[in-house]
Structure formats: structure tokens, C-alpha cells
């Protein structure tokens, strides 16, 4: 079946350290995934992007790396802020899900003064 | 601009009662979705609408309807709450940008509903 998991429900880290959130995925068929973060009490918040022709994209602070062989996303986040403080989603898209997105369970970051 | 706005924020529902969750969008997105998300779960997509007059069936669309008269607004109906409906709820909007309707979602605030 279909699955956007993630490996680590929780991830401690120290201020100042980088953060590598990751993310698993099934469907060899998706084309395009997508990081987002949600702070407590809102709603989530786009942070990056990247198509499956791509293996890395950069944004500022955050960059997206993607191995279409295992089947991984990972979101890096640099110099972890207190602001950092969320839960982080990854999506998938293919056209299995008639495009659209399927979202995986969430990890929280916890920033550690 | 407003972005995408939500009421109401919080609603107690007994199991049976009817009710409506509004959402709106002053983005003039032609892409609307429905979103509920429960405790230590991902967004899970209910309804969404590419259009006005236009509106589709999600992964869990049971016990909702939608219905999408302009660009602007997208309700969703609860139909006879019931318990497991109890979650917070997600509305989203997003643009189209040639043929394809950009992924990027501008979500709403949430509502938290209870039902009893």
C-alpha cells in the first residue's frame, strides 16, 4: 500500500546545531514532494519543495535532499532556532492520488536551549 | 488580504446535530481543500474543489459534504456528527499556475471540534 512515514516521531536538538528531519516513502510513481511545518496551534505552513527530477533543492536555512533509489526525503534545517520549534509533515503527490497530496504523520522537533 | 479564514474556532457538537464549518479565501485561489487532522496523524484530505461549481471527493469524504457556489467560499457540512468525527479541521486554498494547480497550500487557522 501507500505510505509517507517518517522514521523519528520526535527529534531533540541542541540550539545552534542542524536538524535532519526524515521522511520515507512508498510510490516509486510520485513526482513531487513537499516540506511542511506546523507551530502549535496554527495551521501548517509551506516550507520547500521538490520535484522527482531533482535530488536537492535549497531554501533559505532549509535545504531538501531526495533519493528516489531508497525511496527517502529529508529536510535539513540549519543553525536550529528556538523558532524552529514544530511539527515538520512531508506530502507526496503521484497520480495514484489523482494528484493529490498524501501527507506522512508528522515529527516534532523540540529545540533544546 | 485576510488569506484564508475559519469559524468558527472551536465547536461542541452533540452526536446527531448538523452543523457547518465555514472557510473563505480573498486570494482568489480557484483550488479549495478540506483537511482533518487527528492526534499524532498527517492532513487527511476530505474534499476539494478546483473551481467554483466544482468539488471532489477526498481519502475520508464519508459523514461531509461540500459544495463550492463561489471562488470564494467552500463550506463543509457535517451531515449527523458523530464521535469520530471529534478532530481539528483544516481548510486550504492554493493558485493555478498553467495547467496545473500549484501544491503550495495556504491553510487556515483550524477548527477544533468536539463532538459528544
Known amino acids: 500500500g501507500e505510505n509517507v512515514g517518517l522514521h523519528l516521531p520526535t527529534l531533540s536538538v541542541q540550539e545552534g546545531d542542524n536538524s535532519i528531519i526524515n521522511c520515507a516513502y512508498s510510490n516509486s510513481a510520485s513526482d513531487y514532494f513537499i516540506w511542511y511545518k506546523q507551530e502549535s496551534g496554527k495551521g501548517p505552513q509551506f516550507i520547500i519543495d521538490?520535484?522527482?527530477n531533482m535530488d536537492k533543492r535549497q531554501g533559505q536555512r532549509v535545504t531538501v535532499l531526495l533519493n528516489k533509489t531508497v525511496k527517502h526525503l529529508s529536510l535539513q534545517i540549519a543553525a536550529t532556532q528556538p523558532g524552529d520549534s514544530a511539527v515538520y509533515f512531508c506530502?507526496?503527490?503521484?497520480?495514484?492520488?489523482?494528484?493529490?497530496?498524501?501527507w506522512g504523520a508528522g515529527t516534532k522537533l523540540i529545540i533544546k536551549p | 488580504n485576510a488569506g484564508v479564514t475559519q469559524t468558527p474556532k472551536f465547536q461542541v457538537l452533540k452526536t446527531g446535530q448538523s452543523m457547518t464549518l465555514q472557510c473563505a479565501q480573498d486570494m482568489n485561489h480557484e483550488y479549495m481543500s478540506w483537511y482533518r487532522q487527528d492526534p499524532g496523524m498527517g492532513l487527511r484530505l476530505i474534499h476539494y474543489s478546483v473551481g467554483a461549481g466544482i468539488t471532489d471527493q477526498g481519502e475520508v469524504p464519508n459523514g461531509y459534504n461540500v459544495s463550492r457556489s463561489t471562488t470564494e467560499d467552500f463550506p463543509l457540512r457535517l451531515l449527523s456528527a458523530a464521535p469520530s468525527q471529534t478532530s481539528v479541521y483544516f481548510c486550504a486554498s492554493s493558485y493555478r499556475q498553467g495547467a496545473h494547480y500549484k501544491e503550495t497550500q495556504y491553510f487556515g487557522p483550524g477548527t477544533r471540534l468536539l463532538v459528544l
Open positions: 521538490i520535484r522527482s
Open positions: 506530502a507526496e503527490r503521484h497520480m495514484d492520488s489523482n494528484y493529490q497530496l498524501i
